[in-house]
């Protein structure tokens, strides 16, 4: 078992020698920031990340790439990305995203959120996701912070709710 820290400060324990991504799905009662559910896919706030709007769509099967997954489930994927940010941006959590989708793990994808404090420190997020990262988890992890993290979160929630 490893401890990983929760975006909001939580400490929780999972297996090490199981994919991280799974172990999410298997047990959701430890993934506090989920705001949607479907048959396919997960939608949450990043685990680790206290970055308002840094949402993640994750598949609920094991594979690695976008090309893995069956057609219903990239066609589901790509409804759900622009769903997600159209609640996003018409609730004013962030007016312009990022995309992100690495192959190296479970595949989930990332919508950074370019919030003008990013652009203003760091210039382009993308080229300086790394330490958009780090300041998060240095200076973002206060109560102020998560408190507006889990307002956003219950909105889309119900936002969600609402178009479904
Ligand atoms: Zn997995």
Redesign the pocket.
Known sequence: MIEIERFDGEKIKINKDN????EL?KNSSVNSGLVYESENFTISQDFELPILGMLIIASKR?VNSFTELTQVERLECMELISKTLKILKENNICQTYSIIQEEK??FHIWLLPNHSYMLKNFGNPVKNISKIFQDSLKNLKNKETIDKIYDSLNLIKSKFNERI
Do not use: A, K, N
């Open positions: 994919c991280f991504g799974c799905i094991h793990s479970h």
